[in-house]
């Protein structure tokens, strides 16, 4: 079946530092991949999607790369601010007939001043 | 602006007790979704339905129940048989307007069972 595995938080980091949360995955076929961001209290929204090999996903400064050969989709962020504090999730779309998407566990950004 | 409603933001059951979510979107999507969130669990799919007077269960759809009389609306029974129904409801949606594969969620209703 399909998966998503996404690094463990929660990960501290100071403002304007460099942002790496790691996404793997499995799963049959050519899977769509999103992240989703959650703020305190509030629901998932999209943050950015790729939707196929080597596709590049961006929003906000956030980017990442579908890569196809590593199975991963790793989000990335050159400089956060403390806005950025977040849960974020990593997510795939296998289609094929599903309606479902398949959610990372979630990793909690906290960025401090 | 086009969105999804989620109501009651917060709701306090006693066990034993049906309680009812809300859910209320006016994107006219086709689809909705309903998912359970856990601290350090990520989000689970309990039940959705692609069109209206039908619907599929999801991995955890035990103690719950759904209907979907209009495409509006798609709410949510944790019935007195779900175990431990304290969690985060997320409610989404999605259609062709945003891409089938990519979902709206509403707010959330935090539900406490005391």
């Known amino acids: 079946g399909n998966s998503v595995t996404q690094m463990e938080g929660p990960v501290t980091l100071s403002e304007e530092a460099f942002l790496t949360i790691n996404c793997t995955y499995t799963a049959t076929g050519y899977p769509s991949l999103f992240w989703y961001v959650q703020y305190p209290g509030e629901g998932l929204q999209l943050l950015l999607k790729?939707?196929?090999?080597?596709d590049k996903g961006s929003n906000k400064g956030f980017e990442a790369t579908y890569r196809k050969e590593t199975t991963s989709f790793h989000l990335e962020k050159g400089s956060v601010q403390v806005s950025d504090s977040a849960v974020y999730f990593c997510?795939?779309?296998?289609?094929?007939?599903?309606?479902?998407?398949?959610f990372g566990k979630g990793t909690k950004l906290s960025v401090i001043p | 602006d086009g969105g999804i409603t989620q109501s009651p933001k917060y709701l306090f059951r006693k066990e034993g007790q049906n309680v009812t979510l809300s859910c209320e979107q006016n994107l006219n999507h086709d689809a909705m979704y309903w998912y359970r969130q856990d601290p350090g669990q990520g989000l689970r799919l309990i039940y959705y339905?692609?069109?209206?007077?039908?619907?599929q269960k999801g991995d955890i759809a035990e103690g719950y129940s759904v209907s979907r009389e209009k495409k509006e609306s798609f709410p949510l029974t944790v019935t007195s048989a779900q175990k431990n129904p304290t969690a985060f409801y997320l409610c989404a949606s999605s259609g062709r307007s945003s891409g089938a594969n990519v979902l709206t969620f509403g707010a959330g209703s935090r539900l406490t069972v005391l």
């Open positions: 339905s692609q069109i209206v007077n039908d619907f």
């Open positions: 790729a939707t196929k090999a080597d």
């Open positions: 997510a795939l779309y296998s289609g094929a007939g599903s309606y479902q998407l398949t």
